[in-house]
C-alpha cells in the first residue's frame, strides 16, 4: 500500500482556487519564462490536472534542459498520469543531472513498484535512506517492498525504523500490523492496527483488517462492528462484505451473510461464489 509524499489538494476548494489566482498572477509577473513554467505547472498538479502540469514542465525543460528540478516534477506527475515508463525516464535524467537527488531516488523506487519490479524499487529506496536516513516515507515503502518480497523480517525492520524517526504515522502502524497479520501474530498485529485507528480513525482498511484479527480472536461482535465500519468510511470496499458475511454467518445470521456474499460478488469478489453455492439456498 503505498504512499505518495506529495498530497494532492482538493480541486474545487475555495482556498485552491484562490491559490491558483495568486500564483498565476505571480507567474505573470515573472520574467523568467523557465520561472512561470515550472509555477503553472506546480499549479496544475496540484489542483490534479497532470497533463497540464506535464505540458508546462516539458516547456520548463526545453527553456533549460540541464534543469534537475524540472524532469523531477514532470516524472511525478506522468506517475499520477500513468505513464510510468516516462516518469522512470525523467527519474533516470533528474538522477544523471544531481546523483545525490534522494527524492529522485525514491520517486524512481515508486515507480517500479507499480511496474512490478520489486528488486529495482528496493535497490532505489535503499539509495535514498542512503542519502537521507531519517526518511520516513522510504523506510515505509521499502518496508512494503521487503514484505511483497516475503522478507518480513527485514519489513518489520524498516517499519521500527520508521516509527522511531515519526511515532505518530499511521501508515508505518497500518503496514506493520498487515505484516504481523501475514505472520499470524495477532496480539502484535491487533496493537498496531488499534494505534492506526487511533492516529487517524476513518482508515478502513485498518479496520477491514483489525476486524480480520478479531474473528480470528473469536471476537465476532468486535469483527462485525469492524467491518461495518470499514464500509461505512468507504462503501466500495469489496472485501468488507465478504468478511462481514463471514462474521455474520458465525453468528447464524445466514440470511443477512448471504446479502452481503452477494454483494460482494456483485462487487467483483470471485471467491464468494463458492460460499453462496454452499451456504446459500
Known amino acids: 500500500m503505498f504512499k505518495r509524499q506529495i498530497r494532492k489538494v482538493e480541486t474545487f476548494s475555495i ?16 520574467n ?8 503553472k505547472g506546480k499549479v496544475y498538479f496540484s489542483n490534479g490536472d497532470y497533463e497540464e502540469a506535464i505540458h508546462y514542465y516539458s516547456l520548463a525543460i526545453k527553456s ?12 511525478i506527475a506522468e506517475v499520477n498520469y500513468h505513464e510510468i515508463r516516462e516518469a522512470i525516464i ?13 527524492l529522485a531516488y525514491y520517486e524512481r523506487g515508486y515507480s517500479y513498484v507499480k511496474q512490478n519490479n520489486l528488486t529495482s524499487a528496493l535497490s532505489d529506496f535503499t539509495k535514498a535512506i542512503n542519502l537521507k536516513p531519517d526518511y520516513v516515507v522510504a523506510y515505509i515503502n521499502r518496508g512494503y517492498v521487503y ?21 505518530l504515522n499511521m501508515h508505518a502502524y497500518y503496514d506493520r500490523g498487515s505484516t504481523e497479520w501475514d505472520l ?47 464500509i461505512k468510511f468507504n462503501p466500495g470496499l469489496n ?17 443477512q451473510a448471504c446479502r452481503d456474499w452477494h454483494k460482494s460478488l456483485d462487487m467483483g469478489v470471485s471467491d464468494a461464489a463458492e460460499k453462496i453455492r454452499k451456504y446459500c439456498k
Not at 523568467?32 to 509555477?39: G, K, R
Not at 482498511?205 to 462492528?225: M, P
Request: contains cysteine; aromatic residues 12%; negative net charge.
Open 184 to 230: 499470524r501474530d495477532t496480539v502484535k498485529a491487533l496493537k498496531d492496527f488499534n494505534k492506526a485507528i487511533i492516529l487517524k480513525p476513518d482508515t478502513f482498511l485498518a479496520y477491514n483488517e483489525r476486524g480480520l484479527v478479531r474473528l480470528s480472536l473469536g471476537d465476532r461482535i468486535g469483527a462485525l462492528s469492524d467491518f461495518n465500519k470499514a
Open 90 to 102: 525523467d527519474f533516470d535524467k533528474a538522477i544523471e543531472l544531481d546523483s545525490l537527488s534522494y
Open 32 to 39: 523568467n519564462q523557465l520561472e512561470q513554467n515550472l509555477l
Open 147 to 167: 514484505s511483497e518480497l516475503e522478507d518480513n523480517a527485514e519489513a518489520i525492520l524498516d517499519y521500527n525504523r520508521s516509527i522511531a524517526l515519526d511515532s
Open 239 to 255: 472485501v468488507a462484505y465478504y468478511n462481514k458475511a463471514l462474521a455474520e454467518y458465525l453468528m447464524d445470521s445466514v440470511e
Open 15 to 30: 482556498i485552491c482556487i484562490l491559490l491558483t489566482a495568486f500564483f498565476f498572477l505571480l507567474a505573470a509577473c515573472l
Open 64 to 75: 533549460d534542459p540541464k534543469y534537475q528540478m524540472a524532469y523531477l516534477n514532470r516524472g
